[in-house]
């Protein structure tokens, strides 16, 4: 209930109305069943316009930091995650990596759609980079289809840094759904991961025509720059 009155009265249609966004594909979603959703990542706001633009609800798995703030800005952050159907996970690693696993596994387990950033990071440069294999994972132990989304234009309203956004149009391509039936019972092989993981990721560079670095985002956020 708390989803729907964010979706469609409170946050929704004020949304709507300041940035215009405009959707294509979105017969590409199914109307029922559960299934992934892999989205390119350019900025936090995102996750707004992605649930906002399709009919179904759906989740995203977010780093739990954002669910633990103190005062009224770490209560009105988590409201907002929780409006925008996000569940809180560890993203520490370890353990850690395989609950965010479980509960990925338990949203599409109860036949719903679950978001998922294959970057694992928002893009520090508008380019789109290699994908972890968490999400291949997730797609072979569940048996349910990958569809590519392409967020167009988010990080020009809200680029990394930014808590405010500017006043801008933002768009969302939907790819049509990527089948991986035929690696069934081959979630264990890492090789295979890997190659449904680059699939989902040139379906995406195909999409959305960003250019493709093969390195981690979090690598090339993690680089400081060299002294003169």
């Known amino acids: 209930m708390f989803y729907w009155l964010m979706k469609y009265v409170v946050i929704g249609p004020l949304v709507k109305a300041i940035f215009r966004p405009w959707i294509v594909g979105r017969r590409n ?4 069943g559960a299934a992934i959703l892999a989205s390119n990542h350019l900025s936090v706001s995102d996750s707004i ?6 009919d179904r609800p759906m989740s995203f798995l977010a780093k739990s930091d954002y669910f633990t703030g103190k005062g009224l800005k770490g209560w009105a952050t988590r409201m907002f995650m929780k409006a925008t159907g996000q569940i809180p996970i560890d993203r520490s ?17 109860r036949g719903d759609l679950l978001g998922i950033y294959p970057e694992g990071t928002r893009s ?7 994908g972890r294999t968490g999400i291949a994972r997730m797609a072979l132990e569940a048996h349910v289809p990958v569809i590519p ?9 809200m680029p990394i840094g930014r808590s405010i956004p500017r006043v801008g149009r933002v768009g969302v ?7 991986f039936s035929r690696f069934a019972g081959m979630e ?25 670095d093969d390195v981690y985002a979090s690598t090339v956020k993690d680089r400081k720059p060299t002294s003169p």
């Open 29 to 32: 979603v199914p109307v029922e």
């Open 188 to 212: 264990g092989d890492r090789y295979i991961l890997r190659s449904v993981t680059d699939e989902i990721m040139v379906a995406l560079q195909r999409l959305g025509e960003q250019t493709y």
């Open 173 to 179: 391509v939907i790819g049509e759904p990527l089948d």
């Open 149 to 157: 989304v392409v967020m167009v234009d988010t990080d020009a309203i």
């Open 93 to 109: 690693g370890g353990r850690a990596s395989e609950a965010s696993l479980n509960t990925g596994l338990s949203v599409l387990g």
């Open 124 to 130: 520090p440069d508008g380019r789109l980079y290699r």
């Open 49 to 54: 316009f992605l649930p906002l633009m399709i």
